[in-house]
């Protein structure tokens, strides 16, 4: 159960579009197409933003989009607003109804 | 909208028990997999446990025997038994509701800290 690998930062100008990525193996993030990506802000409770590797849940911006290939999928973020800052986890079924997280990645805009 | 509730946290000494307790309330709480989801202080989220709606249980290496999650679906609770703690389950715990092997709603967490 390692942790999903993603960068620790990722920082854009209003605008922009960023990209995080999300690397684990061919036992999780490459066996199953259950990649799910969270919004964090602290001292609040986690948002899904995507689900099933790449589906939007209602009420979710479609400036947020998602893709996999192979062992590594990625969130962008289109037009990156003020708000949009905070912590991003990405998490992957792993078999046997077991979940693994990855350390997250902290949004910074610019 | 769906609300989930933990309580239950605190201080607790090294080898200590504690008991975490989310209410859920306005979705069928029967019909869904409830997770259990801890943030460590400057850390990232880490997947603890989950309870399917037969009942069925998962762990996290890092608690498998320690911890024990169960669900109470006539009172609409998900809980979380927690014993030998160490200083490493320091941590926000959130209670999640799963949805398509995801967790739709959390709750705002509950704060466990284990020291002497």
Not at chain 1, 48 to 61: A, C, H, T
Not at chain 1, 94 to 99: D, R, V
Not at chain 2, 45 to 50: F, P
Not at chain 2, 68 to 83: F, P, V
């Amino acid at each position: 159960q390692s942790a999903l690998t993603q960068p620790a930062s990722v920082s854009g100008s209003p605008g922009q579009s960023i990209t995080i990525s999300c690397t684990g193996t061919s036992s999780d993030v490459g066996n199953y197409n259950l990649v799910s990506w969270y919004q964090h802000h602290p001292g609040k409770a986690p948002k899904l933003m995507i689900y099933e590797d790449s589906k939007r849940p209602s009420g979710v911006s479609n400036r947020f989009s998602a893709s996999k290939s192979g062992n590594t999928a990625s969130l962008t973020i289109s037009g990156l607003q003020a708000e949009d800052e905070a912590d991003y986890y990405c998490c992957s079924y792993a078999g046997s109804n077991t979940f693994v997280f990855g350390g997250g990645t902290k949004v910074t805009v610019l | 909208e769906v609300q989930l509730v933990e309580s239950g946290g605190g201080l607790v000494q090294p080898g200590g028990s504690l008991r975490l307790s989310c209410a859920a309330s306005r979705f069928t709480f029967s019909s869904y997999w409830m997770h259990w989801v801890r943030q460590a202080p400057g850390k990232g989220l880490v997947w603890v446990s989950g309870i399917k709606s037969e009942g069925s249980t998962t762990y996290a290496d890092s608690v498998k025997g320690r911890f024990t999650i169960s669900r109470d679906n006539a009172k609409n609770t998900l809980y979380l038994q927690m014993n030998s703690l160490r200083a490493d389950d320091t941590a926000v715990y959130y209670c999640a509701r799963g949805r398509s092997y995801s967790s739709d709603y959390w709750g705002q967490g509950t704060l466990v800290t284990v020291s002497s």
